[in-house]
Antibody
Framework: QVHLVQSGAEVKQPGSSVKVSCKAS??????ISWVRQAPGQGLEWMGA????????HYAPNFQGRLTVTADKYTNTAYMQLSILTSGDTAVYYC?????????????????WGQGTLVTVSS | EVVLTQSPGTLSLSPGERATLTCRAS???????LAWYQQKPGQAPRLLIY???TRANGIPDRFSGSGSGTDFTLTITWLEPEDFAVYYC?????????FGQGTKLEIK
């Protein structure tokens, strides 16, 4: 079973950027998504990276502000969100896409990181 | 965007009872690409069901899923104390991959 370990909590100023890492151990990942959860709220899929197909895609809500990357040599994925506002205060999760066929991956998630709290405050 | 609406918002039941949670999609979910997750306070979600009706590894058989198109159901046949949590449905057939707002299952 792949185990995902994320970087620690961050406090950021409005207008700045944050970069969160997600390292896989006990295996590799074919595809990783990022999901966030605002305090007391539900889950929101942000985007995904599929290194085996060299593909990234993003939810429209985050297009232009979100960059998802991956380093296959270190089995680490990264999520960078820019132009932060207080509305971006949330726990950010990385999650492994559970199944990949020979041509695509399916964005449901069988392993999750522990979450990284990002607080945006002046 | 596929909007998922879960009902009820809160379900109050006792251990040993049966729980039925619903998830309605608009427009319909492509194929049966719908998953269910359980989330407890301070924890990441846990995958329960995928492809609408397939239990994930290690999930007890008291959890079952059904449905297609616009109407999906998660059933827990015999509630155990550890089942009281928030449950989310998620569709992964059409990007962006959306979640329902959640159903809180609480002890009565």
């Amino acid at each position: 079973q792949v185990h995902l370990v994320q970087s620690g909590a961050e406090v950021k100023q409005p207008g700045s950027s944050v970069k969160v890492s997600c390292k896989a151990s006990g295996g590799t990942f074919s595809s990783i998504s990022w999901v966030r959860q605002a305090p007391g709220q539900g889950l929101e899929w942000m985007g995904a990276i599929t290194p085996i197909f060299a593909v990234t895609h993003y939810a429209p809500n985050f297009q232009g502000r979100l960059t998802v990357t991956a380093d296959k040599y270190t089995n680490t994925a990264y999520m960078q969100l820019s132009i932060l506002t207080s509305g971006d205060t949330a726990v950010y999760y990385c999650a492994r896409d559970a199944y990949c066929s020979s041509s695509s991956c399916y964005q449901y998630f069988d392993s999750w990181g522990q979450g990284t709290l990002v607080t945006v405050s002046s | 965007e596929v909007v998922l609406t879960q009902s009820p918002g809160t379900l109050s039941l006792s251990p040993g009872e049966r729980a039925t949670l619903t998830c309605r999609a608009s427009p319909s979910v492509y194929s049966t690409y719908l998953a269910w997750y359980q989330q407890k306070p301070g924890q990441a979600p846990r995958l329960l069901i995928y492809d609408a009706a397939t239990r994930a590894n290690g999930i007890p058989d008291r959890f079952s899923g059904s449905g297609s198109g616009t109407d999906f159901t998660l059933t827990i046949t015999w509630l155990e104390p550890e089942d009281f949590a928030v449950y989310y449905c998620q569709q992964y057939g059409t990007s962006p991959y959306t979640f329902g707002q959640g159903t809180k299952l609480e002890i009565k």
